[in-house]
């Protein structure tokens, strides 16, 4: 059963900056399509950025500039530099893997939260 767990989280200031990490088991990990969610409280989960197996990524509207996705095939890890942190950047954020054209390998982490005070 594949694993990702997710690290990193924690409560900064506006303006200040976090890095999260997620580790997926498995010996996949090069072939997937890495993503990183967020759920802000009262509020349904939203993607923040995406990376391609390739390293092409893409970011929504309101993080471009802030936060850069990466990804080290070697550690089997994707990360998240979230820069210049805003209270609306606060929730729980999570990392998703799934490797295209293949439905049963889809999967989820637990979560690790975000809180940015103002």
């Known amino acids: 059963q594949v694993q990702l767990v997710e690290s990193g989280g924690g409560l900064v200031q506006g303006g200040g900056s976090l890095r999260l990490s997620c580790v997926v088991s498995?010996?996949?990990?090069?072939?997937?399509?890495m993503k990183w969610y967020r759920q802000p409280p009262g509020n349904e989960r939203e993607l923040v950025a995406n990376i391609e197996s390739d390293g092409r990524s893409n970011y929504r509207d309101s993080v471009k500039g802030r936060f850069t996705i990466s990804r080290d095939n070697a550690k089997n890890t994707v990360y998240l530099q979230m820069n210049n942190l805003k209270p609306e950047d606060t929730g729980v954020y999570y990392c998703?893997?799934?490797?295209?054209?293949?439905?049963?390998?889809?999967?989820w982490g637990r979560g690790t939260q975000v809180t940015v005070s103002s």
């Open positions: 998703h893997a799934y490797w295209p054209g293949r439905p049963d390998y889809i999967y």
């Open positions: 498995g010996t996949f990990f090069s072939f997937y399509v």
